[in-house]
């Protein structure tokens, strides 16, 4: 592929690239694991087999393998020196209110350009030792919105942004959550930048156009086009190409948007907008088709904007974010639900009294079909929620009252 920069000044073509994201859907975790085996994970010849035993064999997944929409290393829960946890993310639940869908507008191909151009110079491109990802602008005096596993490759506390009229500014890292890959820095000795105007990502309907913008490949400024293929996905992250820490539970990032907007390695971080040229998702993380593979297929994933402005709003003001566990690991049962592999002592699953073995078929009133239903359903709430868990011991239909703790 040729070089165009002399051509273009905001096309950088950046070499290389790091392992990949990638999904394990069968192994979902609710909260903090057992150590050292992680649970959920078939017991391996040759490996001591845990107190509880070796765990149920779960059904063979049935998703593909997801890679981070970033040419960064991507760090999650998989990559040295990460910080602890898995990831959590999901839409805040309705609690009883009717919402009222708005879909926007319908638009002709004349018309995206304007949108295009209106949103642009509020994405920049975030450029760290190892790679470069995207960013959104949250404010005229230089906070930007990015992903965790952008800053994560950083050697420092700094990255550098590159904004749409080509200026530079280095930034510091005020503040990350590895559980919703979400992250902000703030550019120095800068002023009257065009922030971001966030839409109601609640609002959007399956089948809305939508926009992508970031910098693919270090190609600054690119747009792709495409509608919303789906809502609430949950998604199983790794790193490719780097062994599995059997410590750490898979990392799980659940409430996702699903866009068949094509989404590269680089746009990880940037702006997915809807036709009124708001920002409703954060892009994060992209399908692929198979082993050695990691360019668009039409499925990628984005934050929602509803959950990333508030995280965003937390780690601007130095607070802490919260996320709810169950602890429990889980499988999905041969018969539908999810099936508890390990419960973690102290947590609100133990205290509940769930046991390793149970079968969880409904939280609240969310029908549990597999072990990704639980973990957006866990998600969907809030620390301190009392919430009526529905299972089978034995074949015996029982129900148990937790309490949704912090994630430690």
Known sequence: VPDHRSAHPRRRRRGGGVPPLIVRPERSSCGPAYQPHHPGQPHLPGQPVPPWG???????????????????????MFGSGVAGGALALALDGDGGVTRTYSAAPVLNSADLPK?????????????????????????????????????????????????????????????????????????GGVSGLKAAKFGDSDGMQVGDQVLALGSPLGLQ???????????????????????????????????????????????????????????IGINTAIATAGQGSNGNIGVGFAI????????????????????????????????????????TPGSAAEKAGLQRGDVITKFGDKV???????????????????????FKRNGSAQTATVTLAETS
Not at 124 to 141: M, P, Q, R, W
Not at 150 to 163: E, I, L, P, Q, R
Not at 229 to 249: K, W
Not at 308 to 337: M, Y
Request: glycine share 12%; net charge negative.
């Open 54 to 76: 070796p765990a149920p064999a779960a059904r063979p997944s049935r998703a593909g393998k997801f890679v981070g929409a970033g040419a960064l290393v991507l760090a999650l």
């Open 304 to 343: 929602p904007s509803n959950k990333a402005k508030d995280v965003a709003e937390k780690l601007q003001r130095g607070e802490k974010v919260s996320h709810p566990s169950l602890g429990v690991s889980v499988n999905a049962a041969e018969d539908g639900g999810a099936l508890v592999a390990a419960v």
């Open 221 to 279: 400024g690119s747009v792709t086009a495409g509608i919303l293929s789906a809502r609430d996905r949950t998604i199983q992250a790794g790193s490719e190409g780097q062994q599995q820490d059997p410590q750490r539970a898979a990392s799980s990032i659940s409430g996702l948007l699903q866009t068949d907007a094509p989404i590269n390695p680089g746009n990880s971080g940037g702006a997915l907008v809807n036709t009124r040229g708001e920002v």
């Open 368 to 390: 549990i079909n597999d072990s990704n239903d639980l973990v957006g359903a866990v998600q969907s709430g809030k620390v301190g929620d009392r919430v009526e868990v529905q």
């Open 115 to 187: 949108i295009a151009a209106a949103v642009q110079d509020s994405v920049v491109s975030i450029i760290t030792d190892n790679g470069e990802g995207s960013g959104v602008i949250l404010s005229a005096d230089g906070y930007v919105l990015t992903n965790n596993h952008v800053v994560a490759s950083a050697s420092g506390d700094t990255v550098k942004v590159v904004f749409a009229d080509g200026k530079t500014a280095q930034a510091k890292i005020v503040g990350t959550d590895p559980k919703t890959d979400l992250a902000v820095v703030k550019a």
